[in-house]
T-cell receptor
């Protein structure tokens, strides 16, 4: 397995535009997490799924953020409309029920 | 959800000295506490973890201790080396299988 795969690696967009981040978890993992990393706030848990079902989205900062997991091998995090304060590195991670969580390489988002 | 606090935010040590990073958690139901290391520009990676049924775990130069009563756990790195320089994150997980991270400690090992 190639590990958790995220795309794109880098995204630069203008304020107000829609941004979609993508994640392919490790095959067989039943949990998927989305995190946002900034210098000020560290790693923030935005939302996590278990068997494709959203379990806790209390970390999603605003209604502008939404996440889906249509099947076991794909998840998206969407920001619409994007704002400069959304600039951060977004990580996706997957795990098999409370063992090691594997992170993707992250998407560095810059909103100008 | 769980609230994990981590201290210090930055730590500088001389090569060969020990480094200690401390975390506290709020949810008494939390029972799994991993530590991740993130090198510059890379993804976080697990270095050691501990479950609530043990008080200490060691792996070569790295050890983690857990005090369930006080709800705190610590990472100890002995004989530090320059390659230990990175950002370290603690995390807590309850039976809900979530994973909440502390804000990170930037460790610098001075040669």
């Amino acid at each position: 397995d190639a590990g958790v795969i995220q795309s794109p690696r880098h995204e630069v967009t203008e304020m107000g535009q829609e941004v979609t981040l993508r994640c392919k978890p490790i095959s067989g993992h039943d949990y998927l997490f989305w995190y946002r990393q900034t210098m000020m706030r560290g790693l923030e848990l935005l939302i996590y799924f278990n068997n494709n079902v959203p379990i806790d989205d209390s970390g999603m900062p605003e209604d502008r953020f939404s996440a889906k997991m249509p099947n076991a091998s794909f998840s998206t995090l969407k920001i619409q409309p994007s704002e400069p304060r959304d600039s951060a590195v977004y990580f996706c991670a997957s795990t098999l029920s409370q063992v090691e969580a594997f992170f993707g390489q992250g998407t560095r988002l810059t909103v100008v | 959800g769980e609230n994990v606090e981590q201290h210090p935010s930055t730590l500088s040590v001389q090569e060969g000295d020990s480094a200690v990073i401390k975390c506290t958690y709020s949810d008494s139901a939390s029972n799994y506490f991993p530590w991740y290391k993130q090198e510059l520009g890379k993804r976080p990676q697990l270095i050691i973890d501990i479950r609530s049924n043990v008080g200490e775990k060691k792996d070569q130069r790295i050890a983690v201790t857990l005090n369930k009563t006080a709800k705190h756990f610590s990472l100890h790195i002995t004989e530090t080396q320059p390659e230990d320089s990175a950002v370290y994150f603690c995390a807590g997980s309850s039976g809900a299988n979530n994973l909440f991270f502390g804000t990170g400690t930037r460790l610098t090992v001075i040669p």
